[in-house]
């Protein structure tokens, strides 16, 4: 397992360019089971996560050829099984769920089992395709479904579930009849896919709000589509900037899905300003401590919280960061804690003090964001800093090390 070697204190300096958002890609991936033929893909960000959807989908007959665009083949659908061994490494696996019954009218998905930042289950997956028509049961650990034709439904989901909303959308576009899906996740990703499905040939309305309404249709066809930028990744490399008090310009950033992020960033003191899809960090300004609560967009993501924590764990007076999404996202605290960080966790509560310093040390990555945190707090530490099982990082990080080293950071990525 390799590791990355961090000599901390270099103000980054530079342009680093946005890739695709993987957690777009992941659905828009999985929706190409349901219209048989070949699809165009732009902007699929070169990940270990895109890697293990396409050895997912290829189990099930579906041909890729690598490239820009990403060309996927599914016309010929061979099986209709997620397995375990897949499932339990990648949860986003269970995205084809909703195409798989769609179009193959079956489906046997591996249960994901819990994972570092929390239980995760699929419950309102499987309430809202038990609406449609699709029969479940739950046989050694698999979802096993089985439907016929789908049928329309009214879906109120319990909460905005991202991929939860994913697979009841893809699953209803075929369905016979209109779905309405209630409390349905906004986040961009989610528009993402829905503007694919629209570019097969499905009819969606409200896109972008919590009710979705999609009048199924008999078929769709293949289609071409550009892959929206990652506004986490953006995110990242923004606190990354700010933590070393550098100048860099974040390019290609979906700027305008990042408004809370942005927001949270310049109360606490970071000098931005943004123009089209550019982001501009100064150095200068100075880090403040400000209270955060992750919320489903359009509030401050979860999936940026350990990055705001690792700014914080430098910022004048404290911060209160408050995780409402997942009941276990502070495995980066003990981490932290290892540099130098002053945070104590009460509940979903973590509060973090003001620190003059921090120091490197040897740290742990335990699930992909927590170690994106790791890798920021490692650039500010005095001495060098060695972050562990970096596959974690792999699985959302397009090319870290070069983007990094690119903006003058002195990282490499070495053998453990
Ligand atoms: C998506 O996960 C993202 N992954 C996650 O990003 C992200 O953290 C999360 O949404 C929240 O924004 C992808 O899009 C591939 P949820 P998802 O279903 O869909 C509970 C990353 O770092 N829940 O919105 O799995 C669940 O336990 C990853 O890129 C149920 O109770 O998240 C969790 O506490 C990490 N029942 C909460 O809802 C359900 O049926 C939010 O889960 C579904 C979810």
Same mark, same amino acid.
């Given at each position: ?148 034709? #789908?049928?329309? +439904?009214? %879906? /109120?989901?319990?909460?905005? !579930?991202? @991929? ?5 959308? $893809? =699953? &209803? ?64 490399? #923004?606190?990354? +900037?700010? %933590? /070393?008090?550098?100048?860099? !310009?974040? @390019? ?5 899905? $990042? =408004? &809370? ?156």
């Amino acid at each position: 397992m390799d590791k990355i070697v961090i000599e901390g204190g270099v103000p980054l300096s530079g342009e680093v360019a946005i890739s695709g958002a993987k957690n777009a890609a992941l659905p828009i991936i999985a929706a190409t089971l349901l219209a048989p033929g070949v699809h165009r893909l732009y902007n699929v960000p070169p990940l270990a996560d895109i890697r293990t959807a396409k050895k997912l989908l290829g189990l099930m007959g579906v041909q890729f050829e690598d490239g820009e665009p990403l060309v996927v083949d599914s016309s010929r659908l061979t099986g209709w099984m997620a397995p375990y061994e897949t499932v339990k490494t990648m949860r986003a696996a269970v995205l084809v769920l909703g195409p798989l019954v769609a179009r193959a009218r079956q489906a046997s998905v591996s249960l994901p089992g819990g994972c570092a930042i929390g239980a995760r289950p699929i419950d309102q997956h499987l309430k809202g395709l038990e609406a449609m028509g699709v029969k479940i049961t739950l046989n050694q650990g698999y979802v096993e479904a089985k439907a016929k034709r #789908l049928h329309g +439904a009214d %879906i /109120t989901l319990d909460l905005p !579930t991202v @991929t939860g909303t994913e697979n009841l959308m $893809m =699953a &209803a576009t075929l369905a016979n009849g209109v779905t309405r899906i209630i409390n349905a996740a906004q986040e961009p990703e989610v528009s993402d896919l829905a503007r694919f499905l629209t570019a097969m040939g499905a009819q969606i309305e409200g896109i972008g709000t919590d009710v979705l309404t999609i009048q199924g249709v008999k078929a769709l066809t293949p289609a071409s589509y550009t892959i929206m930028s990652d506004r986490i990744e953006a995110g990242t490399y #923004l606190a990354a +900037a700010a %933590i /070393t008090k550098g100048q860099v !310009t974040i @390019t290609n950033a979906p700027v305008p899905h $990042m =408004a &809370a992020v942005l927001e949270k960033f310049h109360e606490a003191g970071v000098r931005l300003s943004t123009a089209g899809n550019r982001i501009m960090v100064e150095p200068g300004g100075s880090l403040t401590g400000v209270d955060v609560k992750t919320r489903a967009y359009p509030g401050f993501p979860t999936d940026m919280q350990a990055q705001y924590m690792a700014l914080m764990t430098l910022a004048k007076g404290a911060a209160v960061i408050t995780e409402t999404i997942f009941e276990n996202r502070f495995m980066h605290v003990s981490e932290l804690e290892r540099l130098g960080a002053d945070i104590t966790v009460s509940g979903n509560h973590a509060i973090v003090r003001e620190r003059r310093q921090l120091h490197g040390a040897p740290v742990m990555a335990t699930d992909l964001r927590a170690s994106a945190s790791l890798v920021i707090a490692g650039l500010a530490a005095t001495g060098a800093t060695e972050v562990l099982r970096v596959y974690h990082l792999d699985r959302g990080y397009a090319r870290l090390v070069e983007k990094l080293s690119a903006l003058g950071a002195r990282i490499k990525r070495v053998a453990a």
